[in-house]
């Protein structure tokens, strides 16, 4: 299968291209367009490419902010998507408040579930089953080759009717909210970052192996590589150089 995946020495590297490749996809979208949309993923490598993106000059008055998940918890909370993204971006670049859409992770699952997925129709102007197309999906990888909040055997995998739900993830005890997979496929533009020798397998099987999401969920919207773009270190790269 032919990827589009590029390699750098390190984390850091790799989430420097990443923050690079954001920034010209977001210029390109608003020749065309009065606003652009951007959804980003938590993570410790996230957190360089979101220091990078801080202090770029760019006008974010318009670009609207969402997240591909988020944990149960408050938005101060250390777990929080949001918390780490507000630290490190949305408060060094002085993203405009109004054009950020958080998930509400300190009301119950279900209800910050439908609150997100209305908030995003709002946004997109969408009307009765339509999905949102984001121009640019930012997206990791777990060790167990989990992506958004959809870990193997998740049935949301199935999902490609709504925007947005509440999951359990039994593996940490806890309520998450993640976008489904109709969205994550949906975008025009999806941007995987994954740093770390933990990495190199779940990759591997990724790229490798039969379609099979419900196994292996990072290969929502990557498999075929339409659209998608690996930004990898050596050490994950490691077994599909």
């Known amino acids: 299968m032919s990827v589009n995946s590029l390699i750098f020495a390190d ?12 920034l010209e996809l977001l210029a390109g979208a608003l020749e065309s367009q009065p606003f ?9 490598t996230p957190a360089l490419m979101f220091a990078d ?4 000059r760019f006008d974010w008055s318009r670009v609207h902010l969402f997240w591909v998940d988020e944990r149960g918890v408050p938005p101060t909370d ?6 780490l993204t507000k630290e490190k971006f949305i408060d ?9 859409h958080r998930v509400q ?7 910050a579930a439908k609150l997100y997925s209305d908030e995003i129709r709002k946004v997109f102007g969408l009307t009765g089953t339509a999905l949102p197309r984001f121009d640019i999906v930012h997206r990791g990888m777990g060790p167990d080759a989990h992506t958004a909040s959809l870990f193997p055997g998740e049935p949301l995998i199935e999902d490609r009717t709504h925007i947005a739900a509440a999951v359990y993830v039994e593996k940490f005890q806890q309520w998450r909210v993640t976008l489904l997979p109709g969205v994550l496929e949906g975008a025009r533009n999806t941007l995987m970052l994954a740093a770390g ?14 379609y099979d999401p419900l196994r292996y969920p990072s290969q929502l ?15 994950a790269a490691r077994l599909v150089e």
Do not use: H
Not at 36 to 44: E, K
Not at 78 to 83: G, L, M, P, V, W
Not at 92 to 100: K, L, T, Y
């Open 78 to 83: 250390s777990q929080s998507n949001y918390k």
């Open 36 to 44: 652009a949309t951007l959804a980003v993923s938590g993570g410790t």
């Open 221 to 235: 919207a990557t498999y075929n590589g339409s659209g998608v773009t690996w930004f990898l270190d050596k050490a």
């Open 11 to 22: 984390a850091r590297a790799a989430s420097s291209a990443c923050a690079a490749r954001i």
């Open 197 to 210: 020798a933990d990495k190199a397998e779940p990759l591997r099987a990724v790229l490798r192996e039969p």
């Open 105 to 111: 992770g300190e009301l119950a699952a279900e209800t």
């Open 92 to 100: 060094p670049a002085g993203f405009p408040s109004a054009n950020v």
């Open 53 to 56: 993106m801080a202090k770029a």
